[in-house]
């Protein structure tokens, strides 16, 4: 029987919650993160954004801690992972869909073409569009990272958080390998190493004297300094990728483990 990790229970929730409470922030409903309310309210939905931004790439993360060392292969269970991800995602679709058309008001001008609820994979949803390529390539992804050595996944952990995170923070990125802010099915492989290389290297982490304090406080860190620079004049550091983004989400993960 699998051993249950209530702490990675606990990471699934607050990643639901951060996600939820991000879109309903600023996204879609615009409760308080709207600049032309009172500079208080203003900062406190911009902590808001801040602190629930890092929601996208917690589920990547936990979907590399959970499936990257998954002995799996281009068969049946493969096939079976790929039809029921896309019966799930064509089932909320419908839902959703008729839910938008016949219970919202305005709802019947909604413009959605119908079919793509039948394609999640290629509709308007940026994430399942790219999670479905991250389930594409998991069971080489997979093998390729059963190959590597705990060292070797550690280097190749800290060059992309370099090329990806780091350098792109500093404006130093092609276009040629752009992650479109995070929004793209090579920045949830990315997320994805990242957790594989947290399951295998968690216990080193893990054994470090007063790991509590060093984790809560790059948590702290993760959100509380891009937030002030941010208050202080300027979007900073908001997208997926951003190695604040990337800290806040690992040093979670690292913290509810030893739950």
Aim: proline fraction near 3%; charge should be positive; hydrophobic fraction near 55%.
């Amino acid at each position: 029987m699998r051993e249950r990790l209530c702490g990675l229970d606990l990471y699934r929730a607050l990643a639901i919650l951060m996600i939820t409470v991000l879109h309903v922030n600023w996204q879609h409903c615009g409760l308080i993160y709207t600049p032309g309310l009172p500079r208080s309210v203003y900062g406190l939905g911009l902590f808001i954004e801040y602190l629930c931004f890092a929601g996208v790439n917690c589920f990547a993360m936990l979907s590399g801690y959970l499936s990257g060392t998954a002995n799996m292969d281009y068969g049946r269970k493969w096939l079976g992972r790929i039809a029921s991800f896309w019966l799930k995602m064509t089932l909320w679709g419908v839902i959703l869909y008729f839910a938008v058309v016949f219970c919202l008001p305005g709802g019947g001008n909604y413009r959605l073409d119908f079919r793509s609820t039948f394609f999640p994979f290629a509709g308007p949803y940026w994430y399942i569009n790219a999670y479905f390529v991250l389930m594409v390539v998991m069971p080489v992804l997979n093998r390729g990272l059963a190959e590597c050595s705990d060292k070797s996944l550690l280097v190749l952990s800290a060059a992309l958080f370099v090329f990806t995170s780091v350098l792109p923070a500093f404006g130093l990125e092609s276009a040629e390998l752009s992650l479109v802010g995070g929004y793209s099915a090579v920045w949830l492989v990315v997320c994805f190493i990242y957790g594989c290389a947290i399951r295998r290297l968690a216990h080193y982490v893990l054994g470090v004297r007063n790991i509590k304090l060093i984790l809560v406080s790059l948590l702290a860190l993760s959100v509380g300094v891009p937030f002030i620079c941010d208050f202080a004049g300027g979007k900073w550091m908001l997208f997926y990728h951003s190695p604040f983004c990337v800290v806040e989400a690992a040093s979670l993960m690292l913290l509810l483990l030893q739950v």
